[in-house]
């Protein structure tokens, strides 16, 4: 029954597995190892060895799965703050190239220029038809005045509304509505690449925070113990096979015995 150390490793695997047999409850998940041995105490250290043991390799396991993680939320959060740099430093670009801090504000601001010149624009209009309406004389001094502030008004109305058409004053020949559209984008790309940095952030937090909990993965909810009633191997039932097999041998051997004395005979 005993296993000898200058055994092969396939002879050794066999007897393992006949002294060491688990097995697996796939409705509740536990895992029960009965172990066999020559004496109880022999039984009960091998079986808290396999224990310690199993719980390191799991240990160990998860150990690895976490550094895994977290060395990759360390490279995600460096592209995510390599990737917001890089936006970050197109935006400065774009507004040093195109003369523009803030293309959103200038382009709020022409509009409300442009919203203040029509609303004097109407006034000065509506003062020239009462003129003309009361029956003042067309070619008068007043008259000519009003319509020339209205001709020049109606002529920076144009100016302003313009800005957003056409090219703005920049070095490029870029109107001010596709700076904003193109702003607008890199604002976008931006906003994006912040919310990537923030989740990376937060994955390598929880990642370091697990790595540096200690956790036991494996909870033994029955300790090992001493067996008190040997079962095995069944002294009684391998005294009687062994009974059974000398007593066939013997028998083998008279009846050959017999059947020589006769051919002989």
């Given at each position: 029954?005993?296993?000898?150390?200058?055994?092969?490793?396939?002879?050794?695997?066999r007897?393992?597995?006949?002294?060491?047999?688990?097995?697996?409850?796939?409705?509740?998940?536990?895992?029960?190892?009965?172990?066999?041995?020559?004496?109880?105490?022999?039984?009960?250290?091998?079986?808290?060895?396999?224990?310690?043991?199993?719980?390191?390799?799991?240990?160990?396991?998860?150990?690895?799965a976490?550094?895994?993680?977290?060395?990759?939320?360390?490279?995600?959060?460096?592209?995510?703050?390599?990737?917001l740099?890089?936006?970050?430093?197109?935006?400065?670009?774009?507004?040093?190239?195109?003369?523009?801090?803030?293309?959103?504000?200038?382009?709020?601001?022409?509009?409300?220029?442009?919203?203040?010149?029509?609303?004097?624009?109407?006034?000065?209009?509506?003062?020239?038809?009462?003129?003309?309406?009361?029956?003042?004389?067309?070619?008068?001094?007043?008259?000519?005045?009003?319509?020339?502030?209205?001709?020049?008004?109606?002529e920076?109305?144009?100016?302003?509304?313009?800005?957003?058409?056409?090219?703005?004053?920049?070095?490029?020949?870029?109107?001010?509505?596709?700076?904003?559209?193109?702003?607008?984008?890199?604002?976008?790309?931006?906003?994006?690449?912040?919310?990537?940095?923030?989740?990376?952030?937060?994955?390598?937090?929880?990642?370091?925070?697990?790595?540096?909990r200690?956790?036991?993965?494996?909870?033994a909810?029955?300790?090992?113990?001493?067996?008190?009633?040997?079962?095995?191997?069944?002294?009684?039932?391998?005294?009687?096979?062994?009974?059974?097999?000398?007593?066939?041998?013997?028998?083998?051997?008279?009846?050959?015995?017999?059947?020589?004395?006769?051919?002989?005979?």
């Amino acid at each position: 029954f005993r296993m000898t150390a200058e055994a092969p490793v396939e002879r050794q695997l066999r007897f393992w597995q006949r002294m060491v047999v688990p097995y697996l409850d796939t409705t509740n998940g536990i895992v029960t190892v009965q172990v066999w041995a020559f004496d109880p105490a022999e039984a009960r250290a091998l079986a808290e060895q396999l224990r310690l043991l199993s719980e390191r390799l799991v240990n160990e396991m998860s150990r690895r799965a976490q550094e895994d993680a977290l060395r990759h939320a360390r490279q995600e959060t460096l592209a995510a703050e390599t990737l917001l740099r890089d936006i970050r430093l197109r935006i400065a670009q774009f507004r040093n190239t195109n003369s523009l801090l803030f293309p959103q504000l200038s382009a709020t601001i022409v509009a409300q220029v442009e919203t203040r010149l029509r609303e004097t624009l109407a006034d000065l209009r509506a003062q020239l038809t009462t003129q003309l309406a009361q029956g003042t004389n067309p070619t008068s001094l007043q008259i000519r005045v009003l319509q020339g502030r209205v001709s020049s008004l109606e002529e920076e109305v144009t100016r302003v509304r313009g800005e957003l058409s056409r090219p703005a004053s920049t070095a490029q020949d870029t109107t001010l509505a596709t700076l904003l559209t193109d702003y607008a984008a890199l604002e976008v790309e931006e906003r994006m690449a912040q919310q990537r940095l923030e989740r990376a952030q937060t994955m390598l937090t929880q990642s370091s925070a697990d790595l540096a909990r200690q956790g036991v993965y494996l909870n033994a909810f029955v300790q090992p113990a001493v067996a008190q009633l040997s079962t095995w191997p069944l002294r009684w039932s391998i005294m009687l096979q062994v009974l059974a097999l000398a007593a066939g041998a013997w028998l083998l051997g008279l009846f050959l015995l017999r059947a020589i004395r006769e051919h002989l005979g």
